[in-house]
């Protein structure tokens, strides 16, 4: 059964670091795709991060420069590194993943990936 569990959520100061995880379990397909989404309550899911076995990345323009997106295959973990945190970073964060490839340009689409977790959730507050 495939399954994604989220960690490393938690409050943070502004200008904050967190690095979240999304262990893996049960997707060992040599073509996938992963990425991070966040959401804030009364708000759409927004894509943060994408990632695929071609390593090709997106990255929501908001992000860029302060977040990046990686997995270690032998471990099976996918990581969101977040640096430089806002107060609009605040949310739910989650992973998901689907067994196959997407095509770039819709790497950040919500609907395109079929496995989610249960999220973490991010705070930055000064």
């Known amino acids: 059964e495939e399954q994604l569990v989220e960690s490393g959520g938690g409050s943070v100061q502004i200008g904050g670091s967190l690095r979240l995880s999304c262990a893996t379990s049960?997707?060992?397909?040599?073509?996938?795709?992963m990425a991070w989404f966040r959401q804030v309550p009364g708000k759409k899911r927004e894509a943060v991060a994408a990632?695929?076995?071609?390593?090709?990345?997106k990255y929501a323009d908001s992000v860029k420069g302060r977040f990046t997106i990686s997995k270690d295959n032998a471990k099976n973990i996918l990581y969101l590194e977040m640096n430089n945190l806002k107060p609009e970073d605040t949310a739910m964060y989650y992973c998901?993943?689907?067994?196959?490839?997407?095509?770039?340009?819709?790497?950040?689409?919500?609907?395109?990936?079929?496995?989610w977790g249960q999220g973490t959730q991010v705070t930055v507050s000064s």
């Open positions: 998901a993943a689907r067994r196959s490839l997407i095509v770039p340009v819709q790497q950040m689409s919500e609907g395109l990936y079929n496995i």
């Open positions: 049960g997707i060992t397909d040599r073509l996938w795709s």
């Open positions: 990632i695929d076995s071609r390593d090709i990345i």
